[in-house]
């Protein structure tokens, strides 16, 4: 079993985390990464009201006892959500950990401070980790242009974003984008991390709540089936490619403006793709790391044998490369 600062301080037998994904960040999948020993987040925001996040808390308790936390993705928008209201549920359903993404999470954590609540944040480059650190969350998630959903504008791999920020950085650092099995733990380890975070491979399991036709259309995917969107506008995605997705970038690349693809880029047509199984009806996020994933696996199974696999690798292969003195 391996063991890290992060799996110590949060509480969980091992380093992995099931990040906050929307409309897929529900009580079956995250009791079910619980259950598997891992840490798994609920998404507040796939809740419509604080009052909705409080019962899907609930209802999560009644399918696990194990520690799980609470995405609170903070957006600028001109009618935000009520960010104050869903922290309140949080913290009075007694959860003890979230994970904080989009803007910062400064002004939340006072309260979640006062009520022993561990913060993650997520961010996509060194200098929003190093301000994280600053302002006292509790461990950082670096997320590598190869993930799913927001990259930043920055365009830096794990490869190297991972050990940019673990060297300035004190604590515990989650390593997240592209990120599918034991080879990716371990590698992640060697770069400065104390865990990995998994989105898409999460999304491609038995328990995750969208359409079958999705994860069998992930399955089918390669490496090269994904498409950056809005990139013009500075607010770039990585979505599955699809009809939608290819017309975006088209649209965009042409010129066009947010208002010529708001109506394809829309929310409800992607969450429609998760609940109908139609991959051409909106566009979906996926990663680089579809083309690592071959299988439609229990969340158990992906747990363990991503374990099982960083744990041979660290005591067979890598081992038989070190020369006898």
Partial sequence: ML????????????????????????????????????????????????????????????????????????????????????????????????????????????????????????????????????IGVDAVSIDGFECAGHPGEDDIPGLVLIPAAARRLTVPLIASGGFT???????ALALGAEGISMGTRFLCTVESPVHPGVKERIVANTELDTELILRSLRNTARVASNSVSRKVVEILDDGGEFADVRQLVSGARGRTVFDSGDVEAGIWSAGLAQGLIDDIPTVDDVVRRTVAEADDLISGRLTAFRRAA
């Fill in 181 to 187: 099995d034991g080879r990716g733990l371990v590698a």
């Fill in 3 to 134: 063991t890290t600062r992060f799996s110590t301080a949060f509480g969980v037998e091992h380093p992995i985390v099931q990040g906050g994904m929307q409309w897929v960040g529900v009580a079956e999948l995250v009791s079910a990464v619980a259950n598997a020993g891992a840490l798994g987040f609920l998404t507040a925001l796939t809740q419509p009201t604080p009052e909705a996040l409080v019962k899907e808390i609930e209802r999560c308790r009644e399918m696990t006892d194990k520690p799980f936390g609470v995405n609170l993705t903070i957006l600028p928008t001109i009618t935000p959500p009520p960010y104050d209201e869903y922290r309140r549920a949080i913290i009075e359903s007694g959860v003890t950990v979230v994970e904080t993404a989009g803007s910062s999470p400064e002004a939340h954590l006072p309260e979640f401070r006062a009520h022993n609540v561990k913060v993650l944040h997520k961010c996509t480059s060194v200098r929003h980790a190093v301000k994280a650190e600053e």
